[in-house]
């Protein structure tokens, strides 16, 4: 597979591995080796970043879009992460509480489905 495949599956932004890894290409194998069994350059990504968006707005529990109206467009560093979090900006406090809604309602929607379901299967 690509490089940036194997990077987005393991999490870590592409521009900061090794360029023998960017510049080859990853085996299934391989990718199932680095991830029982990471090797110190994949442990400091994975640790101090920078990380790629999807994994910061993880971290900030926000989503990507969210990350985008903050203004975040590029990697961050779990140092960079973790002020933003101790800042706290109205944004990303405003980006918490819509990504709390949002799971509220996807829960919400599927035990409405799950009851949906449960009767349906009564009434057959």
Do not use: C
């Amino acid at each position: 597979m690509k490089p940036a495949t194997a990077a987005k599956k393991l999490g870590v932004y592409l521009e900061a591995t090794p360029a023998d890894f960017r510049e080859g290409v990853v085996s299934r194998s391989e990718l199932n080796a680095l991830q029982t069994d990471p090797p110190a350059w994949l442990k400091e990504l994975r640790q101090n970043g920078p990380h790629p968006r999807p994994v910061v707005a993880s971290r900030l529990g926000i989503s990507i879009s969210g990350l985008a109206r903050g203004g975040i467009t590029e990697p961050l560093t779990t140092e960079q992460i973790e002020a933003l979090r101790a800042e706290a900006p109205e944004w990303l406090t405003k980006e918490r509480a819509t990504q709390a809604e949002v799971r509220k309602e996807t829960v919400r929607i599927k035990e409405r489905d799950a009851r949906r379901a449960a009767e349906r299967a009564q009434d057959a």
